[in-house]
């Protein structure tokens, strides 16, 4: 029987890591650990596929990468290391093939970097946002649901507000390309925001500002505009060009997935610019036009925004630029785009339930 050795494994989805237990094959690493209904599993990795992104006496990282995402193994145990290197060392071929590694990425294009300086800053997140309006579908939701999963890992969740927020949209009666998931998070913060992919997240303080299902309404319309029109996903490309353009250089799709998860925390100091916010501004109110929702409610919600300078919506990618111009451009669409309104008791119901 093989020996087995403790390890600590990062499955490429979470960002913390997990304690396993790795035994040597010949030609390949077993992982044995139990998932989060107490059964026992186990993952084989090939040695083929085994990149050594770490190795000293110490301590060794092994990176997987026939699997997105990658997956990671840090071992310190000495007899592992010593085992490791006895019988069991990847080929320095596996080592410097790990392209996904940032350090060798940086090395390896060091100097055409320094030569194409501008390129970097104005061509390349030209590129990206081609890309990003191209980006297939189906790997944007994918993603956006890892990510969201990220995003909202450590956050407290009001699940009976979340519950009602969603029967709320789905009383919207948008009709959209993406499957729309909400999530109320409990903070002190007002803030919300979209991610790729259809996932929107509320904090509740933003609610408790909110008079009526209208101002939510249009918050919600805004936000899943903005997801719509491929607008977070294009302003992550742009900010991530420099990354997207060496998965792109390499063919990689899903390692653009891989860069934008692995980059978060970095959300946080994305903006979006005017005409984007000026783009969704507009489509959330065809939104609202379209369900004969009342608009008053968008201008209602930027008038909070201008009540304290602690507010702000879609933080993560959003700055919400000239609030005075866009209550006006409000006010302007709804007197040059009139139309009936219906109440909805059910939204309003809904509306109740989250207050």
Same mark, same amino acid.
């Given at each position: ?63 997987? @990468?026939?699997? %997105? ?5 840090? =071992?310190?145990?000495? !007899?592992? #290391?010593?085992?490791?290197? /006895? ?102 913060? @007002?803030?919300? %925001? ?5 996932? =929107?997240?509320?904090? !509740?303080? #933003?609610?408790?500002?909110? /008079? ?102 879609? @933080? ?40």
């Amino acid at each position: 029987m093989h020996k087995v050795y403790k390890a600590r494994f990062y499955n490429g989805i979470l960002s913390k890591a997990f304690t396993v237990e790795v035994s040597f094959g010949e030609n390949e690493l077993t992982i044995f650990f139990t998932d989060n209904h107490s059964v026992s599993q186990q993952l084989v990795w090939q040695k083929n596929n085994i990149n050594e992104i770490q190795y000293s006496s110490s301590i060794i990282s092994l990176k997987y @990468e026939s699997e %997105f995402p990658s997956q990671q193994l840090d =071992i310190t145990d000495p !007899d592992f #290391i010593e085992e490791y290197k /006895n019988h069991f060392k990847v080929s320095a071929y596996n080592r410097i093939t790990h392209t996904r590694n940032r350090n060798m990425v940086l090395i390896v294009f060091g100097v055409f970097v320094s030569l194409m300086v501008l390129s970097y800053f104005f061509v390349l997140p030209f590129f990206a946002d081609i890309f990003a309006r191209n980006f297939p579908k189906d790997i944007e939701i994918s993603m956006g649901e890892k990510l969201y999963q990220n995003v909202l890992s450590g956050e407290e969740i009001d699940s009976a507000k979340t519950t009602n927020i969603n029967l709320f949209f789905k009383q919207m009666k948008v009709d959209g390309d993406y499957p729309v998931k909400i999530t109320v998070v409990e903070s002190n913060i @007002e803030n919300a %925001f979209a991610l790729p992919g259809g996932g =929107i997240v509320v904090y !509740d303080k #933003i609610l408790n500002d909110m /008079n009526n299902y209208d101002e939510l309404a249009a918050l919600l319309a805004h936000e899943y505009s903005h997801v719509q029109l491929k607008h977070a996903t294009r302003n992550i490309f742009r900010s991530l060009s420099g990354y997207i353009f060496i998965s792109m250089f390499f063919g990689d799709i899903t390692g653009v997935s891989a860069v934008i998860i692995q980059n978060a925390d970095q959300f946080r100091s994305l903006k979006y610019g005017r005409e984007l916010e000026h783009e969704a501004d507009e489509n959330g109110l065809k939104i609202l036009k379209t369900n004969k929702i009342e608009g008053s409610g968008m201008s209602q919600l930027f008038k909070n925004l201008k009540k304290g300078n602690e507010i702000h919506i879609s @933080e993560y990618f959003s700055s919400h630029p000239d609030i005075d111009s866009r209550i006006d451009f409000v006010n302007e669409y709804q007197k040059q785009n009139p139309y009936t309104t219906i109440q909805n008791d059910s939204m309003k119901v809904y509306f109740d339930r989250i207050k």
